[in-house]
Antibody, heavy 120, light 110 residues
Framework: EVQLLESGGGLVQPGGSLRLSCAASGFTFSNSAMNWVRQVPGKGLEWVSAISGGGDSTYSADSVKGRFTISRDNSKNTLYLQMNSLRAEDTAVYYC?????????????WGQGILVTVSS | QSVLTQPPSASGTPGQRVTISCSGSSSNIGENTVNWYQQLPGTAPKVLIYANSQRPSGVPDRFSGSKSGTSASLAISCLQSEDEANYYCAGWDDSLNGVVFGGGTKLTVL
């Protein structure tokens, strides 16, 4: 059974940093591209960042470029999102999602999400 | 403002068929496949349709997807109360070099 478990969320002040982790199990992690998707409570979904299975290719939304960095440790089956220079508008539930077959926009498994709150 | 455009709401009565549209452009839907997600209240999204019209195992055949040009549609037949949820379309955008979502459609079963 595929499982994705996010951790590392919480309250952080504007301008601060936070690192999210997503522990994966139930599939061959190193063969799967992974993503972060966020959702402001009560609002729609926003894709944040993606990384290839080997970690050699990454993509990010313009809204987080230069501030957020996606990475992975295939020896630990773990995906990360390093978030720096956080802003109030980064407050959201962050989901990690596994890429399915075909398009980069096919997310076949999702974690339960973790809340990040940026506030003073 | 989302790159992909969906109606904010849709509704139907049990047993009816409803469709939800998703409009894009040549850089996203026009050149790439579309996926649809269902998000029930308080839960993570779940893929309903991938590659325009493919259903993952476990998704009822009441759900179907299609694409034409720069638009896509999700159809739900024999509507049931448990279909009440938010629905999102998504695709890759070649110009933005990233994934784009529609703003979401809240489906109400009357």
């Amino acid at each position: 059974e595929v499982q994705l478990l996010e951790s590392g969320g919480g309250l952080v002040q504007p301008g601060g940093s936070l690192r999210l982790s997503c522990a994966a199990s139930g599939f061959t992690f190193s063969n799967s591209a992974m993503n972060w998707v966020r959702q402001v409570p009560g609002k729609g979904l926003e894709w944040v960042s993606a990384i290839s299975g080997g970690g050699d290719s990454t993509y990010s939304a313009d809204s987080v470029k230069g501030r957020f960095t996606i990475s992975r440790d295939n020896s630990k089956n773990t995906l990360y999102l390093q978030m720096n220079s956080l802003r109030a508008e980064d407050t959201a539930v962050y989901y990690c999602a596994k890429r399915g077959s075909g398009s980069w926009s096919n997310f076949d498994y999702w974690g339960q999400g973790i809340l990040v709150t940026v506030s003073s | 403002q989302s790159v992909l455009t969906q109606p904010p709401s849709a509704s139907g009565t049990p047993g009816q068929r409803v469709t939800i549209s998703c409009s894009g452009s040549s850089s996203n839907i026009g050149e790439n496949t579309v996926n649809w997600y269902q998000q029930l209240p308080g839960t993570a999204p779940k893929v309903l349709i991938y590659a325009n019209s493919q259903r993952p195992s476990g998704v009822p055949d009441r759900f179907s997807g299609s694409k034409s040009g720069t638009s896509a549609s999700l159809a739900i037949s024999c509507l049931q109360s448990e279909d009440e949820a938010n629905y999102y379309c998504a695709g890759w955008d070649d110009s933005l070099n990233g994934v784009v979502f529609g703003g979401g459609t809240k489906l109400t079963v009357l």
